[in-house]
């Protein structure tokens, strides 16, 4: 299964942007999903998951990201608003295919695909 994200770009602070991931194959519905980002110099951190128990989020990101299953159109997405500095990354979309309470989301091992990534530049 390979992972296409798209939607990255530069916006300013306060900003907002919708990140896609889309895979090759397979159904998302009863997938685990998740989102995280690697700043340069910094390590990959999880920035939201979506598992059977809904969504869950890091703390940096609660109330202002959104993570989404579409599944009729079979997209995963995410929805970022008052986008800050700090957010500035790649963005990757990750894939556990197969039910998922979402347990360890933010450990990348959880996770058995992964996209290439989407760069996000937010200015201050």
């Known amino acids: 299964v390979e992972l296409q994200e798209s939607g990255g770009g530069s916006v300013q602070a306060g900003g907002s942007l919708r990140l896609s991931c889309v895979p090759s194959?397979?159904?998302?519905?009863?997938?685990?999903m998740g989102w995280f980002r690697q700043a340069p110099g910094k390590e990959r951190e999880g920035v939201a998951a979506?598992?059977?128990?809904?969504?869950i989020y890091a703390d940096s990101v609660e109330g202002r990201f959104t993570i989404s299953k579409d599944y009729a159109a079979n997209i995963l997405y995410l929805e970022m608003n008052s986008l800050k500095p700090e957010d500035s990354a790649t963005y990757y979309c990750?894939?556990?295919?197969?039910?998922?309470?979402?347990?360890?989301?933010?450990?990348?091992?959880?996770?058995?695909?992964w996209g290439k990534g989407t760069r996000i530049t937010v200015s201050s």
């Open positions: 990750a894939a556990r295919p197969m039910l998922w309470c979402g347990g360890g989301w933010a450990e990348a091992g959880q996770y058995n695909y």
């Open positions: 194959s397979g159904r998302i519905g009863p997938w685990g």
């Open positions: 979506h598992g059977n128990g809904g969504a």
